[in-house]
Nanobody, 122 residues
Framework: QVQLVESGGGLVQPGGSLRLSCVAS????????MGWFRQAPGKEREFVAT????????DYADSVKGRFTISRDNAKNTVYLQMNSLKPEDTAVYYC???????????????WGQGTQVTVSS
């Protein structure tokens, strides 16, 4: 049974930082491209970042480029999202996702986690 479990969300002030983690089980993690997405209240889910199987290639949404960093540790079956210079508009539920494909994608993923809430507010 595939499981993706996110953690690290919470309440942070504007300008602050958070580090999200997603631990995967039940799948060959090192062969999956991994992604982070988010969904704010009343909005559609949107792409945030993705990383390829080796961790050598990444891609970011324009809205987070330069502020967020995606990384992975294949020995720990874990993908991370370091979020710096957070803004109120970053408030959302953040989801990690796994993709069984050679190619990276901003939209098509096979498995999803349950999400972790990130709230940016003073």
């Amino acid at each position: 049974q595939v499981q993706l479990v996110e953690s690290g969300g919470g309440l942070v002030q504007p300008g602050g930082s958070l580090r999200l983690s997603c631990v995967a089980s039940g799948l060959p993690f090192s062969t999956c491209n991994m992604g982070w997405f988010r969904q704010a209240p009343g909005k559609e889910r949107e792409f945030v970042a993705t990383i390829n199987r080796s961790g050598g290639t990444t891609d970011y949404a324009d809205s987070v480029k330069g502020r967020f960093t995606i990384s992975r540790d294949n020995a720990k079956n874990t993908v991370y999202l370091q979020m710096n210079s957070l803004k109120p508009e970053d408030t959302a539920v953040y989801y990690c996702a796994a993709r069984f494909n050679l190619f990276m994608s901003r939209s098509i993923y096979d498995f999803w986690g349950q999400g972790t809430q990130v709230t940016v507010s003073s």
